[in-house]
């Protein structure tokens, strides 16, 4: 190959390099906008993952932090009404909550579930006088 076939090869290999340079320089250009785009959708996607994690674990915790404890029939409760606490037993559930006993009386009071607390140690109480007539009412 002749030097001069080989400074045309040189100059259109040159030529071609500026042009992909060019080229890539557009492409740059054209798509980094898109490029950048993206990366901002994909940020917006994992902080609104991020958001629904933290908002489904908030709303699981704040479920069993305000879930009713079970209650049953016949069990000793403690209520709470404002300042006022009160020992009592559950006489019926219901819906709303339960018909306690709090005195010797027959007569049972609808306590909200949300007064109720449970007697962590109403094992040790063997006997109470709550509702003393209330095999006579059945």
């Known amino acids: 190959m002749k030097d001069e076939d080989l400074k045309k090869l040189e100059t259109q290999i040159a030529q071609l ?25 994909l940020a917006v996607m994992h902080n609104h993952e991020f958001a629904d994690k933290v908002i489904n674990e908030a709303e699981k915790a704040l479920a069993e932090a305000t879930e009713t404890p079970e209650f049953h029939e016949g069990e000793l409760i403690v209520c709470q009404n404002g300042d006022t606490f009160e020992i009592g037993e559950i006489k019926r559930l219901c819906d709303e909550g339960a018909f306690v006993w709090y005195h010797e009386g027959n007569t049972a009071s609808l306590t909200p579930f949300e007064n109720m607390h449970k007697l962590q140690n109403a094992y040790c109480i063997k006997q109470t006088s709550f509702a003393l007539d209330r095999n006579a009412e059945e």
Request: proline residues 4%.
């Open 17 to 41: 390099t500026d042009a992909l340079s060019d080229m890539v320089q557009k492409m740059h250009e054209h798509f980094s906008p898109l490029c950048d785009a993206v990366e901002k959708a």
